[in-house]
């Protein structure tokens, strides 16, 4: 079961409970409830957890057995790193500017030169996503249709996290709060919109 495979992982990469929860951003009796079996982390956290332990979230879930698993090696290049946390991105100038520097925060990716944590403001987002959370952002130009991500509107326009939805001409930017309303552009008004990034993952940071 995903709780045995999930400790001897974490005993095979000679790591604490306590080691594990630092790298996640969770408390240690959170793991310990995965590790018992009285809990379990969501497919995001379970990515996160295959990358800590230089394994695959196939592997901890059991989708194929151990001795058929693709060698450690194979999935060395995604990395524990620390990405920088912001609390606000604009475009200006061709570039992202990141303003109100946090810190940083450990993440498990391939290039960490291509992500960024947002500190996530407001409720518009709830309640799948709360003030304050942080949201794992990979720096692209485009979005499909249903993305998350961080988007840039207006001239002077400071980023925001929305559903990008593509409706005929027109995109709409979707709050997951049904208190607000969501945002749509037409014409010249796209010509202002920046995508700033896809978002991967988000978390509670406290």
Not at 109 to 121: A, N
Not at 138 to 164: A, C, F, M, S, W
Not at 176 to 195: K, S
Request: with cysteine; charged share 25%.
């Amino acid at each position: 079961m995903f709780a045995e495979r999930l400790k001897q992982a974490r005993k095979a990469k000679k790591l604490s409970q306590a080691e594990v929860s630092r790298l996640l951003g969770v408390t240690q009796q959170a793991v310990g409830k995965w590790e018992t079996g009285r809990s379990t982390p969501d497919p995001g956290t379970v990515a996160r957890l295959a990358g800590i332990l230089d394994t695959t979230a196939d592997a901890l879930l059991g989708l194929y057995d151990t001795a058929a698993a693709p060698p450690r090696a194979a999935f060395s290049r995604y990395t524990e790193c620390l990405i920088p946390v912001v609390g606000t991105v604009k475009a200006g100038y061709g570039a992202l500017a990141f303003e109100e520097d946090y810190g940083t925060e450990v993440a498990s990716v391939k290039d960490p030169s291509q992500y960024f944590y947002l500190v996530v403001k407001g409720d518009s987002m709830e309640p799948r996503i709360s003030d304050g959370d942080l949201a794992l952002v990979h720096r692209q130009p485009t979005l499909e249709n249903g993305d998350l991500g961080v988007l840039i509107y207006g001239t002077e326009g400071e980023g925001t996290l929305k559903r990008y939805i593509q409706r005929g001409s027109a995109v709409v930017l979707q709050p997951f709060n049904p208190n607000y309303e969501e945002l749509v552009l037409r014409g010249e008004e796209l010509e202002h919109l920046y995508i700033a990034g896809k978002v991967v993952e988000t978390k509670a940071r406290w």
